[in-house]
Nanobody, 120 residues
């Protein structure tokens, strides 16, 4: 069992920056990949980026590549999403999720989400 809690969301002007945090607890040793997703009102939840827990390899959606950076601190069981050059289109609820040994193909664990609003 893994529990995930996001924090750091808020209101920011276009062009600004924001850093989201995701705290993992429980059986954190089972985490293979930590991912970030977002869902805008009335739209599907989409992939933002991911990081492998052991090697730190990252992957990003084209829409955020060059603007967002994912990092992790295994000792603290934390993963971060640094968001720079924010656009109004980035407005969404952001979720962290985990692939584990138990569920290695799909993201089996999800946080509650944190709201990010980017004003024009």
């Amino acid at each position: 069992q893994v529990q995930l809690v996001e924090s750091g969301g808020g209101l920011v002007q276009a062009g600004g920056s924001l850093r989201l945090s995701c705290a993992a607890s429980g059986r954190t040793y089972s985490i293979n990949v930590m991912g970030w997703f977002r869902q805008a009102p009335g739209k599907e939840r989409v992939f933002v980026g991911s990081i492998s827990w052991s090697g730190g390899r990252t992957n990003y959606a084209d829409s955020v590549k060059g603007r967002f950076t994912i990092s992790r601190d295994n000792a603290k069981n934390m993963v971060y999403l640094q968001m720079d050059s924010l656009k109004p289109e980035d407005t969404a609820v952001y979720y962290c999720a985990a692939k584990t040994v138990e569920y290695p193909i799909n993201y089996g664990y999800w946080g509650q989400g944190t709201q990010v609003t980017v004003s024009s």
